[in-house]
């Protein structure tokens, strides 16, 4: 079994930055690639951004390309998502999940395992 805990979620104004951090433990945590997701209330979660096993591979959605860096240390079981230039549109419940599948995955289908989230409130 794999657990996932994400931290670091606050209120933040807009223009501001912000790094969610994700502890991952139970596996082999190199064996995972490792994605962002958020969701709004009422909405479906989406992709924010993914990292292969060794981290050499990121993918982002086009609405935080520029903005956010996901990251990964592969000795300390952690994946970060460093959050720049925040927009009152980018506030959501934040999750990590963790993936089998090789490459970077942006499907919701392809993580098996979930953290419980953090939410992240950008005010303008």
């Known amino acids: 079994q794999v657990q996932l805990v994400e931290s670091g979620g606050r209120l933040v104004q807009a223009g501001g930055s912000l790094r969610l951090s994700c502890v991952v433990s139970g596996r082999t945590f190199s064996n995972y690639a490792m994605g962002w997701f958020r969701q709004v209330a009422g909405k479906e979660r989406e992709f924010v951004s993914a990292?292969?096993?060794?981290?050499?591979?990121?993918n982002y959605a086009d609405s935080v390309k520029g903005r956010f860096a996901i990251s990964r240390d592969n000795a300390k079981g952690m994946v970060y998502l460093q959050m720049n230039t925040l927009k009152a549109e980018d506030t959501a419940v934040y999750y990590c999940?963790?993936?089998?599948?090789?490459?970077?995955?942006?499907?919701?289908?392809?993580?098996?395992?979930w953290g419980q989230g953090t939410q992240v409130t950008v005010s303008s």
């Open positions: 990292i292969s096993r060794g981290g050499g591979s990121t």
């Open positions: 999940a963790a993936s089998e599948y090789a490459g970077t995955p942006r499907s919701l289908g392809n993580y098996a395992y």
